[in-house]
């Protein structure tokens, strides 16, 4: 299940920093957009609805503390880390106390406990997703449902293949297909597809990713094969698709 997370900085620089410092690629966090203080922040996130937002506390005109404050007005969910170039115990203390999750040395982000603390964090908001979207499969057989849960963490994968996912229910291939069609209304594959085309979607619509990434990101082998499936869907390159959606 993808991680969508935004970062705010008042430095481009230490934006890039952050970008660098993890492997966020390995953690199967993607990056969709960036911002340089609290009013932009609160911005982007509403226009985003990222599961995490990362940011620093000491920015000009809305600090991260009030931008947090803020955004959990809106979202009581969301998981925010604090980052900052010092300590300061005042600032953790009113991070904490917003629900912040962690107070992260800026200068400690390549770090290998800074890489384990994201990859248990991953896990953490990927439960919570999964508690979701749980709600929403008692309608299916567990077979079904277990093909979904299994689907929505691994769309980006791009040689994932319906016989594996038969395979882990437990199912031949052919009656996977079968039994999934029969109470989805769809097959697996167009399951698949239409998770992979909403993602890209999201990406094109908010964020300024090319379309060569975004293919990566959602599990399409390149940028030419999902120009091709926007032509087919609507009539159009994902070029398009984003200049008429922010129109």
Not at 154 to 169: F, M, N, P, R, S
Request: proline share 3%; charged share 30%; net charge neutral.
């Amino acid at each position: 299940m993808g991680i969508k997370a935004m970062i705010v900085d008042d430095s481009w620089l230490e934006q890039e920093m952050i970008k660098g410092g993890v492997n966020w690629e390995k953690l199967n966090i993607s990056i969709c957009g960036t911002a340089l203080n609290g009013r932009q922040g609160i911005e982007l996130y509403q226009n985003l609805k990222p599961d995490l937002v990362i940011t620093d506390i000491q920015m000009p005109g809305m600090d991260g503390i009030e931008m947090v404050r803020k955004i959990r007005e809106l979202d009581d969910t969301v998981t925010v880390v604090f980052l900052s170039n010092y300590r300061n115990f005042e600032y953790a203390k009113s991070g904490y106390s917003l629900g912040v999750k962690e107070y992260i040395l800026k200068q400690d982000i390549d770090s290998p406990k800074t890489e384990e603390f994201f990859e248990n964090l991953v896990k953490e908001i990927v439960s919570k997703k999964r508690a979701s979207t749980d709600g929403r499969l008692t309608q299916y057989s567990q077979p079904v449902r277990m093909a979904i849960q299994y689907f929505e963490p691994h769309y980006y994968e791009k040689h994932l293949e319906i016989g594996q996912v038969a395979d882990l229910v437990c199912l031949s291939a052919s009656r996977f297909r079968a039994v999934f069609k029969q109470e989805v209304g769809v097959s697996p594959n167009q399951y698949l597809s239409e998770v992979r085309l909403k993602e890209a979607e999201q990406l094109l619509q908010k964020t300024c990713m090319k379309t060569n990434d975004i293919a990566d990101a959602t599990g399409y082998l390149d940028g030419n094969y999902l120009r091709k499936v926007f032509r087919q869907k609507y009539g159009m390159t994902p070029k398009e698709f984003r200049e008429r959606s922010t129109s």
